[in-house]
């Protein structure tokens, strides 16, 4: 069936010939109406540059590119793609059974990411227009995969929101993932996250074994994903340090899983107060939350590594390690070098990191590329 067309503003059409998927709210835009689910988008001399879906619950994007043009039904198209993503899947060799089987714009599927951890699968809907086609999202995962449990989850923009994920098929009773020789626990349908980032997971793996030496501190540690890895490369000491009661014990659970032979501790306190004494580590990993509230005050990631970026320094064993993460796509890798090494003067930049094999990142969708890390040693 012939789709409607609707002008796009200019910008809008240079953006997406340079890779970008998204519509926002502007005077063209504003003029698509709100029943709209499928239309064309056409520059502004009438050509057109693809198919595109509207969304009218977004608090954002108001539509996001499918494709340059559908040769088939919209669900036939979202099998093809889907088949094609879970394919790439297969074919990497990844030390674990949690990873993405598909990551929204990196494989043409704009908004929408489907995690699996262990049999249990979770349909995340960043765009919610999705839902409409929940039913063929979910036979082609069924077709593909052994499917324990099937979930969906609205992934909200905004944090007063966070809903967890609902079961929309089978039982929850598959509540461990293993990844690189341990295991840790997941939990689904209580909290709006499950326990692990799996997009962080990639990472792990490429990360030189010989940094996890000695004493080792996981700031932010959640529950403790590096710290089990750590532990696993052959730190002697494992300091975890977390805001969260709940996390730190999730931690311990994870620790009790597996038979390690470093010594862990947890510490229940920001990690801006662990960054004021003299005790010092061999590595020190620091993976912040984009923004989190700290003594009642909103901390943005990139203020944090201003203000206590120093402190980081001092705490690190000379010939140590420092690995650091920044969880937003607001802060440019370039920027994020610039704001550490400028400060950073003894320290050497062994290497850099970003989102990699599961969780590919597309070119000119700068949203996507949104987890840096950077790994320096002390000089
Ligand atoms: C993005 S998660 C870290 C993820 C973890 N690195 C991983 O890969 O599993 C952020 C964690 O920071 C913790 N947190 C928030 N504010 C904190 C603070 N001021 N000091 C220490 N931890 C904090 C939260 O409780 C949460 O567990």
Redesign the pocket.
């Known amino acids: 069936m012939a789709q409607p067309k609707y002008t796009l503003h200019p910008a809008t059409i240079k953006a997406i010939q340079s890779g970008h998927f998204w519509v926002t709210e502007d005077q063209f835009s504003k003029k698509i109406p709100k029943h709209t689910t499928l239309f064309q988008g056409l520059g502004p001399n009438g050509k057109p540059v693809g198919i595109f879906h509207y969304d009218k619950e977004h608090p954002r994007v108001l539509a996001r590119l499918l494709t340059d043009k559908l040769h088939s039904s919209v669900e036939d198209f979202i099998k093809q793609k889907l088949i094609k993503a879970f394919e790439k899947r297969k074919q990497m060799k990844l030390e674990r059974n949690h990873y993405y089987v598909c990551f929204a714009e990196a494989d043409e599927l704009p908004g929408l990411q489907i995690l699996k951890l262990a049999d249990n699968f979770i349909i995340q809907y960043f765009a919610f227009f999705w839902e409409k086609y929940q039913e063929v999202i979910q036979q082609t995962i069924h077709e593909n995969f052994e499917t324990g449990s099937v979930w969906v989850h609205k992934r909200s923009l905004s944090y007063s929101k966070q809903t967890p994920p609902q079961l929309i098929y089978g039982k929850f009773d598959n509540d461990l993932i293993e990844e690189y020789g341990y295991k840790m626990n997941i939990t689904l349908g209580e909290y709006y996250d499950y326990g692990?980032?799996t997009d962080?997971a990639a990472i792990r793996a490429k990360l030189p074994s010989h940094i996890f030496q000695g004493w080792v501190a996981?700031?932010?540690?959640?529950?403790?994903?590096?710290s089990l890895y750590a532990a696993k490369k052959g730190a002697s000491n494992v300091v975890s340090?977390?805001?969260?009661k709940a996390?730190l014990t999730m931690l311990e659970k994870n620790i009790e899983l597996n038979d390690f032979k470093a010594n862990f501790e947890s510490r229940c306190?920001?990690?801006?107060?662990?960054l004021l004494d003299d005790e010092t580590f061999n590595l020190i990993?620091c993976?912040?939350?984009?923004a989190?509230?700290?003594k009642k005050k909103r901390?943005r990631a990139q203020d944090?590594y201003k203000k206590y970026i120093l402190n980081l320094a001092d705490k690190v064993e000379k010939k140590g390690y420092l690995l650091l993460?920044l969880?937003t796509h607001q802060v440019k890798p370039a920027k994020f070098n610039q704001l550490v090494l400028e400060k950073l003067k003894g320290f050497k930049l062994i290497n850099q990191y970003s989102l990699a094999d599961d969780c590919p990142t597309s070119k000119g969708f700068t949203e996507g590329n949104y987890l840096k890390g950077l790994l320096l040693q002390k000089v």
Not at 218 to 226: C, D, K, P, Q, V
Not at 241 to 244: A, E, F
Not at 269 to 274: D, I, L, N, S, T
Request: hydrophobic share 35%; aromatic share 28%; proline share 6%.
């Open positions: 692990v980032y962080m996981n700031l932010f540690s959640y529950t403790g994903a590096y340090v977390d805001t969260s996390f306190q920001g990690a801006e107060k662990f990993i993976d912040p939350p984009s989190y509230t700290y901390v944090f993460f969880n």
